[in-house]
């Protein structure tokens, strides 16, 4: 009875080992794929990002949100133009990184104008006018030539908070997922004009191995525990485990092979 379980458990994985073989050239050639749709994007992922919502608040504040979710590629810098190339770099060197390790990058073309602002004047302490104006995070200082030789100067300050924010979205539950990015700022002369943004994606792990420790709860043989392996190939997972029943007194090997299919 012994050597028929022996047999029993050696077939088990044996045709778990096929079935992993075979998913795991699956899995290979999934990735090849992956990488050759990844790179024909390329060029075409750090454009312009879709802007699919504007809106404007009592105050002025300006939210602006992105649909990104095609803004991805793989991680190889391959295919993009060359002025894409300098930002990615420059990216990568400000963080002291290699390109391959840039989870994702974003630049955004913004610009800040101000129009019919009303201007205070003001007198210096030699009695000469200049004129000032202080307000929603600007501060602005204009001063008028004094006599022929001099020309007109103006100093200008601007402060303003950026958010900018990523999240993802769904229309019903089984839908597509939307990645979204939000750009908001405090000041009300802020304007996003425009954001380039790519997200470079990793290759699908296609091999991981863990040990733990595992409990069970059999109704026939009762509660057993002991030192178990999971082996991940693609989509097919690999387990097996050896544990003590105290109502059988004795050790038991155990395995199994399993293969996602959908996953939420």
């Known amino acids: 009875m012994k050597n028929l379980k022996f047999y029993l458990i050696i077939a088990a994985l044996a045709i778990g080992l096929t079935v992993a073989l075979v998913y795991l050239f699956q899995e290979k050639e999934r990735v090849s794929s992956f990488e050759k749709s990844k790179e024909k994007q390329a060029k075409q992922v750090l454009t312009e990002a879709k802007a699919i919502s504007r809106a404007v608040d009592a105050k002025g504040i300006e939210n602006v949100i992105f649909d990104i979710t095609k803004n991805h590629a793989s991680s190889k810098n391959e295919g993009f133009d060359t002025d894409s190339k300098g930002v990615i770099d420059t990216a990568a060197m400000a963080l002291d990184i290699r390109n391959k390790q840039l989870k994702e990058v974003l630049v955004i073309n913004a610009s800040i104008s101000a129009r019919n602002l009303q201007l205070v004047e003001q007198l210096d302490s030699l009695k000469r006018k200049y004129y ?73 792990v296609s091999f991981n191995a863990e040990a733990h420790l595992k409990s069970t709860y059999n109704k026939v043989i009762g509660a057993g525990s002991g030192p178990g392996i999971n082996i991940k190939l693609g989509r097919v997972d ?27």
């Not at 539950?173 to 990793?202: A, C, M, Q």
């Not at 544990?243 to 959908?262: D, E, N, T």
């Open 132 to 204: 000032t104006y202080n307000g929603n995070g600007l501060n602005l200082i204009f001063t008028p030539p004094y006599d022929s030789t001099s020309s007109a100067r103006a100093d200008f300050l601007g402060s303003l908070n950026l958010t900018a924010s990523q999240g993802f979205k769904k229309k019903w539950l089984l839908g597509r997922e939307r990645t979204l990015l939000s750009i908001t700022s405090d000041n009300p002369y802020f304007k996003v004009d425009h954001v380039n943004y790519v997200g470079f994606d990793r290759k699908p």
């Open 238 to 264: 690999l387990s097996g485990d050896y544990q003590y029943y105290p109502s059988m007194k004795g050790w038991m090997f155990g395995a199994g092979a399993s293969i996602r299919l959908v996953g939420f």
